[in-house]
């Protein structure tokens, strides 16, 4: 069965500066997504970014960008310039042809002004 | 484009008592999912529909929950009778399921409360 494995349950970056945020999964699936979602305090969750496997070029969103290491089924989050807005719950999320979202336990970030 | 809408917000009943949480997802989306979050962990799926039918209900507790997609749209959720560790947020969300485009839309939850 696949699995999803964020062993980091909570991290802190000073305000500016760069976080990674950590992400493994376990599928014997070949053709899959990849998410990480933000889920702001008492807030709704939203997508932050997305990444196909059958893509080897990693997937950029204005701060946020992916390690995607297929191999190493390893799916990582670097927040660049990080912003007091950036403060959340971030999950990692795995989707395949099966249809089912298999979420992380989650990552707290706090960013430190 | 509106988003996934949930009713009510905050729920608070007695134990053995029932509760129902309506879904409105986004229009046109053919999958509709209900998750159960506890504080502090991730979202766990109850149940998946696609269209009318159902995908997925492996982790639905079916002795006390139900739940219905009417004419493919609107979603209702139902919990009979409520247990103590039933207190969670419930959060609805819909898919567009077109090829690459399987990211979720998550409704603001109802955040349930059993005393």
């Known amino acids: 069965a696949q699995t999803v494995t964020q062993s980091q349950p909570e991290m802190s970056v000073q305000e500016a500066e760069t976080v990674t945020l950590s992400c493994t999964y376990d599928?014997?699936?070949?053709?899959?997504?990849l998410f990480w979602y933000k889920q702001p305090p008492s807030r709704q969750m939203i997508l932050v970014i997305r990444?196909?496997?059958?893509?080897?070029q990693n997937a950029t969103e204005n701060r946020f960008s992916v390690n995607f290491q297929k191999a190493a089924k390893s799916f990582s989050l670097k927040i660049s310039d990080s912003q007091l807005g950036d403060a959340a719950m971030y999950f990692c999320?795995?989707?395949?042809?099966?249809?089912?979202?298999?979420f992380g336990t989650g990552t707290r970030l706090k960013v430190l002004a | 484009e509106a988003g996934v809408a949930q009713s009510p917000r905050y729920k608070i009943i007695e134990k053995r008592q029932s509760v129902a949480f309506w879904c409105n997802p986004i229009?046109?989306?053919?999958?509709l999912y209900w998750y159960q979050q506890i504080l502090g962990q991730g979202p766990k799926l109850l149940i998946q529909?696609?269209?009318?039918?159902?995908?997925?209900d492996s982790q639905l507790p079916k002795d006390r929950f139900s739940a219905e997609r009417l004419k493919g749209v609107d979603s209702t959720l139902k919990i009979q009778p409520a247990k103590l560790e039933d207190s969670a947020v419930y959060l609805c969300?819909?898919?567009?399921?077109?090829?690459?485009?399987?990211?979720?839309?998550f409704g603001p939850g109802t955040r349930l409360t059993v005393t």
């Open positions: 999320a795995y989707f395949s042809g099966t249809y089912k979202y298999i």
């Open positions: 229009s046109g989306h053919a999958t």
């Open positions: 969300a819909s898919s567009l399921w077109t090829s690459g485009s399987y990211e979720q839309y």
């Open positions: 599928t014997s699936e070949s053709d899959y997504y």
């Open positions: 990444q196909e496997a059958y893509k080897q």
């Open positions: 529909f696609q269209n009318n039918g159902v995908v997925d």
